[in-house]
């Protein structure tokens, strides 16, 4: 998801400009009528100021009026959008509006060109290490859910080496760290604890846990971390308090404002994504991830970035999604984002099915992960679902999926990094 400083940086469209919005962070009626939780942190990091977020941006936006505009767009907005050279947000409404679904073969051959153009015909490889599946959060669509009945474990030092090992057996070289969100028992001594250990296996190191302080994020970049995926679940705010039942995950505007932390803190890559199927608009969701990317492209311009496309999958407490997403609307949307952002890295993970990723690799996607495990020692220890997050639907062990990527014309790549280089 790589995004430089000498990129052209999209425009902001209209929706929203004009709109006065007072300093506080109420959302007030905008969307479906609810007031968000006051935006600090819980007492970690104090009050998000005006200005240093992109809550101010989102607090701009109306949800319906989004999906509405996007509704309303036509067979020209989207001839539009695939001819023009520098493609705005507004653009971006075009592409993954209904009227853009009888394009997606001129859009699925821009996809392709824009990729090789700027990423080559490579598909890097990375893994998901699970740390730890204590959380202090009850979310609805979790596995981790705290209310959920699941033996709960937190890998210590000796198990992190041996699933460290396995995972190098198996060929990887970037590993993206997972717990649930617990910052008692798994937060930031618990990082400090195991980053170096994982560090001396991999020359790339991801996070993706709960949200932390600025200040926390920049002690472990001293530690080796170079990327942090924090995911909004949802931007629509009556939806994201439905599915968010307790804990430190109800505070979305905590969550909203990470990536600009992240920013601050000088973080490498910064990953963003919704959960496909938890609001009842995948299109409006999408729109919003494209404007926070917009946002932190334009405020935290020295990181790159990255994008995942997670549909909401089975799990223990087997949340129903709230709208459905087909797989050619999937494609829809993963097409839209390249000809939108021709440098960001578009990852797919095991979630999707074999036959899905085998053509994506075709479409945008620059990153998968291949043969994970979702809950915590499942490297070296093999499968024990009654541990895990949510069910994966590529199963495929990592040199079939390597064989696909290469029978599609590609070649996968392992490592791309030496640490000593530096970030």
Known sequence: MSQHANDPTPTLPLPGEGVSTPPSCEVGDRGSGLTPPPCEGGGREGVERKSESFLDRWQELEWDDIGMQIRAKTAADVERALTTSRRTLADFMALISPAA????????????????????????FYVPLYLSNLCANDCTYCGFSMSNRLKRKTLNSEEIERECLAIKARGFDSVLLVTGEHEHKVGLAYFRQVLPIIRRHFSTVGMEVQPLSQDEYAELKTLGLDAVMVYQETYHAPTYARHHLRGNKRDIAWRLATPDR????????????????????????????????????????????SLSFPRLRPCTGALEPAVVMSDRQLAQLICAWRLFSPTLDLSLSTRESATFRNGAVRLGITQMSAESRTQPGGYAEGDKEELEQFAIHDDRPVGEVAAAVRQAGLQPVFKDWEPFLGR
């Open 101 to 124: 679904e009888a394009y997606l073969p001129q859009m699925a051959a821009e996809a392709e060109r824009l990729t090789r153009q700027r990423f080559g015909n490579t598909i890097g």
């Open 262 to 305: 992240l920013g601050r803190a000088g973080i490498d890559k910064i990953g963003l994504g919704a959960l496909i199927g938890l609001s009842a608009d995948w299109r409006a969701d999408s729109y919003f991830v494209a404007e926070h990317l917009a946002w932190l492209e334009r405020h935290h311009w020295q990181s790159r970035y």
